[in-house]
């Protein structure tokens, strides 16, 4: 038995063991990948403490003019050191904080986040550049500090003096650049490393030349450079949301190796009582909404995990709006308010299908990887199954299909996902997969459309007239006429719809030909809270394109 | 349509911050008054040979200052009234100017000369007053409607006021232990 230590050195807390392997994480105990902001960031919070500090003593006269007799004697001190040589090499270096350089580099910056699809880091990267500009502009008026006078200036300025405007536009250029287009590790620590001495480069620089006094560049620098790395790293941090240049990689897709894995192991040993031996990424190109994995255990077993963190959940919140606002409520798509909410119903919809007698993956519960942040849901793994529409079905599978749809209806359930990677064939038994969209007690023809869904993914890998024919044995020909009478463009998962495009033949003519005939079901839903988003979103289209303009102007972009 | 809801939500967000900062954002900086004297101090760095530096000694109703601009070499600002909204009226301190077809008025400032050059008096009177001074010329240029003007003139007048350096440096020297350059 392992026992934990008590934080502050207090006694060590002996955990309290339950049946196989699994044990309660005692008080005091952390969890498997506790929520930490790395040691740079203190630092950083430190920095932007004593500006803060700084720039209150500003505001008053009698420590202003000991901090201006401090900055003078350094001034002076730098000034008596200029050589010609020098002074012509930092004159160069002073155009780092001209206004070309710093447009430069945020037009890049934001070229490249729109072509990789980085928006949430572009959104950060606008918001960080927007309110260093105003709090150095505000802050330098606020102040009406004078430039050096004890000695002479060397190059060109304008405004205020404290703080620098140039070192803090240009270190938030520079900073925002690094947080959201450099991916973390030895490389981002180079990177990090010279963008920082090129800043403080600049700082001395204009500080040698005479415009700028010391504390000034002090000023800057917390604005400019502490300031927007803590807010990439609250923000946008590179644990929940990665960057990835590879042509397919997914932004979508953790990494699970390093500290991550390791808490992964450790969670399903003290929560599950899995003992791991390996988990790897599996099928990540058939999935956006998770990271999902294969997990390979000490038994020789293989289980199937999906890894759901906070990106997912803002994926599945951004994915329910834009539902909302394009189709109307098609059913109740209420999003999700936190990641344990996410899994927990997933887990749930997986145990009520599999009690109902549905062929799902059997659920072995979910483990909490760092709370309310990051967890991990297992289930078994259906090895050597191949996705539906990978070879022709028989009617074996096709009996088999129907009857989950079947199934379906008696648990008063819509999976409301039902497309061809959702369905794997193993021994020519059909299982269902990916619940995690399903709904319990639905509208009702959500519950027909599946039917016609599950009917045309069938009817891709034989033949329509096979299909119907099967159909009709477990289904009355009015609930089909019904299927395919709301069945449309939007109620299809965009893989079939794709498939069914690629198909030479009109299958989903070929199903409403067979069928009874039935007027079209209506399935849009004009609701206040529709009408009120579209409006809301109309009016922020004509709002944008003021607003860029404004903001390039204040941001010192355009 | 990704790229479409992150345009909007972007529009959303940063479209009231736009609107709540745009009054304090640093284009929209006043000029400096009479008394305040470590701006005028920056001013004056800005154009180190004048011998006056312009500020505002009193603003009649209606005024309002924008657009200070100081940097090395000029400062500038505007003078609003709500009698001539989108007409400002732009005052520039350089180290000299060129007074073109000019003709004297009354000085406003010791060892100095004042010109008032009209450019049109019909249907709006505009023009440029030149305030010149050793090392230093203050420019007002103005564009008033026909009728108004003569009260607007009287307010110009009366509101921008020049300080002398060595009454700045002065100041500074006895308030804030600073000499100016």
């Known amino acids: 038995m392992s026992t934990v230590t008590g934080p502050d050195g207090a006694a060590p807390i002996t955990p309290v063991v339950l049946g196989g392997g699994r044990r309660r994480r005692p008080s005091g105990e952390p969890p498997p990948l506790p929520h930490r902001v790395p040691a740079s960031g203190y630092w950083y919070l430190g920095g932007l403490a004593a500006a803060v500090a700084l720039e209150t003593t500003m505001f008053f006269s009698t420590p202003r003019d000991w901090l201006t007799r401090l900055d003078d004697a350094v001034l002076d001190a730098l000034a008596s050191a200029r050589t010609a040589p020098v002074t012509a090499a930092l004159r160069q270096v002073d155009q780092l904080g001209s206004s070309t350089a710093i447009r430069a580099i945020s037009l890049s910056t934001i070229a490249v986040l729109l072509l990789t699809r980085g928006f949430r880091q572009l959104l950060t990267y606008l918001a960080v550049l927007l309110v260093v500009v105003l709090t150095t502009g505000n802050l330098a008026f606020a102040l009406g500090r004078m430039r050096p006078t004890t000695v002479s200036i060397l190059v060109p300025w304008q405004g205020f003096s404290h703080p620098s405007a140039p070192v803090a536009l240009f270190a938030a250029a520079l900073s925002g650049a690094i947080c959201t287009l450099v991916p973390s590790g030895r490389w981002r620590h180079r990177v990090v490393l010279a963008g920082g001495a090129l800043v403080v480069v600049l700082g001395l620089a204009r500080s040698y030349l005479g415009v700028d006094h010391p504390t000034d560049v002090l000023a800057a620098l917390a604005i400019g450079w502490a300031f927007p790395a803590l807010a990439y790293r609250l923000v946008v941090p590179e644990d929940v949301f990665p960057l990835r240049y590879h042509p397919h990689a997914n932004r979508a897709h953790l990494d699970l190796s390093g500290a991550r894995g390791r808490a992964a192991h450790r969670a399903l040993v003290q929560q599950l009582g899995i003992t791991a031996t390996s988990i790897e990424p599996f099928g990540l190109q058939a999935s956006a909404g998770s990271t999902p994995l294969r997990i390979r255990t000490a038994d020789q077993i293989v289980l199937f995990g999906k890894f759901y963190a906070l990106n997912h959940l803002r994926s599945d919140r951004s994915y329910k709006l834009t539902r909302m606002v394009l189709y109307g409520r098609l059913e109740d798509e209420k999003p999700f308010a936190t990641v344990r909410r996410l899994v927990e119903y997933e887990d749930h919809l997986l145990r009520l299908l599999r009690d109902n007698g549905l062929p799902v993956p059997s659920p072995h519960g979910f483990v909490e990887i760092t709370p309310e942040r990051e967890y991990l849901i297992v289930m078994d793994f259906i090895d050597g199954a191949r996705e539906l529409g990978a070879a022709p079905a028989g009617e074996q599978e096709i009996d088999d299909g129907l009857r989950i749809v079947r199934s379906l209806w008696r648990a008063g359930v819509a999976h409301r996902d039902l497309k061809p990677s959702n369905l794997l064939v193993k021994d020519h038994q059909v299982y269902l997969i990916d619940v995690a969209f399903a709904t319990v007690r639905p509208t009702p023809w959500r519950q027909a459309v599946d039917l016609a869904n599950m009917m045309l993914t069938l009817a891709l890998v034989s033949d329509p007239a096979l299909v119907y024919e099967r159909a009709v044995r477990q289904f009355a020909p009015e609930d089909i006429a019904e299927g395919f009478a709301a069945t449309r463009g939007i109620t299809m998962p965009t893989q079939l719809r794709t498939r069914l495009r690629q198909d030479p033949r009109d299958l989903l003519g070929e199903f409403r030909r067979l069928a009874p005939s039935r007027a079209p079901v209506p399935i849009q839903v004009w609701t206040m809270r529709r009408i009120g988003l579209l409006a809301a979103v109309l009016a922020a289209g004509a709002l944008a394109a003021v607003g860029v303009l404004a903001y390039g102007q204040i941001a010192g972009l355009l | ?181």
Request: net charge positive; hydrophobic share 40%; charged share 20%.
């Open chain 2, 1 to 181: 349509m990704k790229r479409f809801a992150v345009l909007i939500c972007s529009a959303v967000l940063v479209a009231p911050l736009l609107a709540s900062c745009a009054g304090a954002a640093p284009g929209s900086a006043t000029a400096p008054r009479c008394s305040s004297i470590e701006r005028l101090g920056l001013i004056a760095q800005s154009v180190p040979s004048s011998s006056y530096v312009p500020c505002i000694t009193r603003l009649s109703t209606g005024w309002h200052t924008d657009e200070l601009v100081i940097r090395s070499g000029a400062t500038t600002f505007d003078l609003v009234s709500d009698r001539a909204q989108n007409h400002p009226v732009r005052v520039a301190l350089r180290s000299d100017c060129e007074v073109v077809g000019g003709v004297p008025v009354p000085p406003r400032t010791l060892g100095g000369r004042s010109y008032l050059a009209l450019h049109t008096i019909s249907p709006r009177v505009t023009g440029t007053l030149y305030d010149v001074f050793p090392g230093g010329c203050v420019t007002y240029r103005f564009d008033f409607e026909r009728g108004p003007h003569i009260a607007l003139m009287a307010d110009l007048a009366s509101s921008v006021g020049l300080l002398s350096r060595v009454e700045l440096d002065r100041s500074l020297r006895e308030q804030l232990g600073v000499e100016l350059p």
